[in-house]
């Protein structure tokens, strides 16, 4: 995915019913786009990556960005969803194709990160999230094998860059729906602290409305600080962000890369980023280390330092892997 900041959001209106087979709602709502000051070059649904956008709140010199993913359709690009529905914990091909304005799809795309297009699914309820890398058939189609565990409604953003001259760079949203016996379940808890696969992560930083923070995670396995962590993608980490209720779409970079003589390989991975505005977030940390990438998630509060634990008990990430 681009380095920086990208931020778009959908409102959607949930239709369950216990035991059956769901739905998944659309709709559409404000985004905010803000450039944080990392090393990375940042890219947005619509933004042509520039350092300057004039007239963007908060940022002298910049301007709000167009939305991404709220759109199946945008400056004459569509998201073709060839599967629109799943079923609950079984794997299955998840197909698509990006079309242009002559209906053909799309074959040639801009490598960016070491892959010409990113893939994030997430349950409306931010229990389960994937963070995807499908391959291309050269006819255009794009595939993936998924397994969602709950039934219920999800969203999928696809994040690309046509290699066309003057193409932008834009993240197409759909709604997935996955059938099977529908569990209510709460957006977890406010916490510090995640483990997954034996890693303990700790979140430290605020994430705030409206202005640039510094979140700074750090990683460690048997008490110990994991100080190799492995290249995935071109960084030591990703940071993907999305707000409860709207999701609401953040995607940030960290700040510094592999290589660049100051940024070391953990046990510390640092991030700037900006919350389009106050309530709560999921927020969901790959890393690679031993040669596997692992994914930490939290749930913070904006305005809150880093939102404090609720009962001190770090909680197993739900996120999954699917790298």
């Known amino acids: 995915m681009h380095t920086g900041l990208k931020i778009t959001a959908f409102a959607a209106a949930l239709a369950a019913t216990f035991g059956t087979a769901y739905g998944v709602g659309q709709g559409m709502g404000p985004v905010v786009d803000d450039e944080p000051p990392a090393r990375h070059d940042a890219h947005t ?3 042509s990556g ?19 993913g709220l759109q199946i359709a945008e400056n ?44 994030i699914v997430a349950s409306r309820d931010l229990n389960t999230y994937r963070h995807l890398h499908p391959v291309r058939a ?9 397994s969602l565990p709950g039934a219920g409604d999800y969203r999928v953003f696809a994040d690309f860059t046509p ?11 759909a709604d997935l729906a996955v059938a099977g016996t529908y569990t209510p379940r709460k957006v977890p808890a406010p916490d510090t602290t995640a483990t997954t696969d034996g890693y303990e992560v700790k979140l430290g930083g605020a994430l705030r409305p409206g202005a640039a923070r510094e979140l700074k995670l750090t990683v460690s396995r048997g008490g110990r600080p994991v100080t ?13 962000a999305l707000r409860s209720g709207d999701l609401a779409y953040l995607h940030v970079h960290p700040n510094g890369e592999p290589g660049d ?37 939290f749930t913070v509060r904006t305005g809150e330092t880093a939102a404090a634990p609720v009962d001190g008990t770090p909680h197993e990430s739900s996120g999954g892997h699917g790298h």
Do not use: M
């Open 50 to 68: 520039s350092e300057e956008h004039p007239g963007e709140p908060g940022h002298s010199g910049h301007r709000t960005a167009p939305a991404g």
């Open 163 to 173: 290699d066309k001259k003057g193409a932008e760079n834009l993240t197409l949203g």
């Open 45 to 47: 649904g619509g933004d």
């Open 76 to 119: 004459g690009y569509r998201l073709d969803l060839r599967t629109p529905r799943l079923a609950a914990g079984r794997t299955a091909d998840l197909r698509f194709a990006v079309r242009g304005d002559d209906g053909r799809a799309v074959t040639a795309f801009r490598r960016e990160h070491d892959k010409e297009l990113h893939l």
């Open 261 to 297: 003589g100051t940024t070391a390989a953990g046990p510390d991975i640092s991030f700037t980023a900006t919350a389009p505005s106050a309530g709560t977030y999921r927020l969901f940390l790959d890393f690679k280390h031993e040669g596997t990438v692992h994914t930490a998630a």
């Open 228 to 240: 190799d962590l492995q290249p995935y993608l071109g960084a030591y980490g990703h940071l993907v």
């Open 138 to 146: 050269a006819d255009g189609t794009w595939s993936v094998p998924v």
